[in-house]
């Protein structure tokens, strides 16, 4: 059974640890991950919060990555993609070598907040101990097993809650003007309208929560 865990790893036990410290207003998420067939790893990561100028400045120093280049801009966010150089080995060994999969990668000062599924709990064990045998520190904050489908999972969702949200999509619950209302809805499910209200409650922040922010230790 996979397995997701989330973890906090110092970002200079990660990647671009120069370009964080010179632009510490910086947030930096992992859009996608690219293996290529020359066995480098490419990630894509959207940038926003402050100078993009001073940011792109401190790449230039930055041991983490090579071959930086803007890809779009939306609003005060740029997207780059680049290539990962050896100083980010832990990352790349799960990747490659463990069929681990990055579901997000949110990076920010001192701290890179990560999400990752592995296929089992035998390949978290070989990741933790492939980090504390290169002296890679980590902590982790959540163990998950996916015991849900993957969508479900990713987005800390109820099997419920998915069929709430996908039931009312599939009505139109969401449409303007609405094709049925909440209490036709709670009818169709055999549910009390209060009960409903609560199950798209819980699913919305669930959803929102995981998709639209990441707790970072600073705030807890």
Request: some cysteine.
């Amino acid at each position: 059974m996979s397995v997701v865990a989330e973890f906090s790893v110092r970002s200079d036990d990660f990647a671009l640890c120069h370009s964080l410290a010179e632009a510490p207003h910086m947030v930096v998420e992992i859009e996608q991950v690219v293996a290529t067939m020359e066995d480098k790893v490419m990630p894509y990561f959207w940038v926003s919060g402050g100078d993009h100028a001073e940011f792109e400045e401190a790449f230039q120093n930055d041991g983490s990555v090579t071959d930086v280049a803007r890809i779009d801009r939306v609003d005060d966010a740029i997207l780059y993609r680049a290539e990962w150089t050896k100083n980010v080995e832990t990352i790349v060994y799960a990747y490659v070598e463990l069929g681990a999969t990055i579901m997000e990668a949110v990076g920010r000062d001192r701290y890179w907040e990560l999400r990752m599924r592995f296929d089992d709990r035998e390949a978290l064990s070989k990741f933790e101990d492939y980090c504390e045998e290169n002296g890679i520190s980590f902590e982790l904050n959540q163990l998950q097993e996916q015991e849900q489908p993957m969508a479900s999972a990713q987005y800390d969702l109820t099997t419920k809650q998915r069929e709430t949200l996908v039931t009312a999509l599939e009505e139109g619950y969401y449409e303007v003007p609405q094709g049925i209302s909440m209490s036709e809805l709670a009818d169709d499910m055999g549910v009390s309208q209060q009960a409903l209200s609560k199950r798209f409650h819980a699913a919305h922040r669930n959803l929102i929560t995981s998709t639209l922010t990441f707790t970072h230790p600073d705030d807890q």
